[in-house]
């Protein structure tokens, strides 16, 4: 991956620096022709076919089930969402999205736990994400690279964020137009997304499968978003995706028959 290799070198003055992987065979690498990555010299494409409406008002898609949720109906591109305690599911549920635009790539830094067979149930394209596990303090370094690479990363620093870096970083994510999703507390996040509230279904007594999760999602942050938006999902399902809770009918209990009193 060559576009990379000048990022990710070590020299003797510096500890070893995080090895950047794909997870699965890349259906395209970034830089090279085909690759649809924009930011990278060489790539084919940087706009999408999925949500047109949603692009080309400068927003990256997001599943249905989460438009309802957001002020904007989507990601607004070059920004940086907070996902308040990191809440593995709402984060990659908020990524899924990504695939629905042409280039399609998105990137993990610093998420070593991340499930690979959840992040393909919510949506993501394998093939197409790029994980950096253990960036150490090199993270916001391999981020800014990453922007102008791919059109969204979900990230978890090391440490607290300064403002001053988180504002340096802001910049780069302008210029690219790529979407920063952070798992916990950033400074100057224009969107806070978390859980509330959830219940898991599936077990019985000590005994059974999970089959879902019920939770209810909270948006709050600048401008449209100030008063805070909720929306009632399973995240996941029985199939490991999102979708929105429908409230199932209660039955109509029939009037009882009326009863006739003896005489005696």
Do not use: N
């Not at 790539?43 to 309802?68: I, M, N, Q, W, Y």
């Amino acid at each position: 991956m060559p576009v990379f290799e000048s990022v990710f070198e070590s020299t003797a003055e510096q500890p070893a620096r995080p090895a950047l992987r794909p997870v699965a065979l890349p259906a395209a690498v970034p830089g090279e022709p085909g690759g649809g990555v924009p930011g990278v010299p060489g790539a084919s494409g940087a706009s999408g076919e999925g949500d047109g409406r949603a692009e080309a008002r400068g927003l990256l898609p997001v599943p249905f089930a989460l438009r309802e949720v957001l002020p904007d109906g989507g990601l607004r591109r070059g920004t940086a969402v907070s996902v308040a305690g990191g809440d593995a599911g709402l984060l990659l549920a908020l990524a899924a999205g990504v695939r629905e635009t042409e280039g399609g790539w998105a990137a993990a830094v610093g998420l070593p736990d991340l499930g690979l067979a959840a992040a393909e149930g919510y949506g993501l394209d394998l093939r197409r994400l790029l994980v950096a596990d253990d960036p150490g303090p090199h993270w916001a370094e391999v981020v800014s690279v990453l922007a102008g690479a791919v059109e969204l990363i979900m990230l978890r620093p090391d440490g607290p964020v300064p403002p001053k870096q988180a504002a340096r970083l802001a910049a780069v994510l302008r210029r690219s137009g790529c979407v920063l999703l952070v798992a916990g507390p950033w400074p100057g996040a224009v969107l806070r997304l978390g859980v509330r509230s959830g219940r898991w279904y599936g077990l019985g007594d000590g005994h059974g499968q999970l089959t879902g999760r019920q939770v209810e999602v909270v948006a709050e942050g600048r401008g449209a978003a100030v008063r805070g938006r909720t929306a009632r999902l399973w995240l996941p399902d029985e199939h490991g995706a999102v979708r929105p809770v429908r409230e199932q009918p209660q039955p109509v209990a029939e009037p009882a028959e009326p009863r006739v009193a003896a005489v005696v």
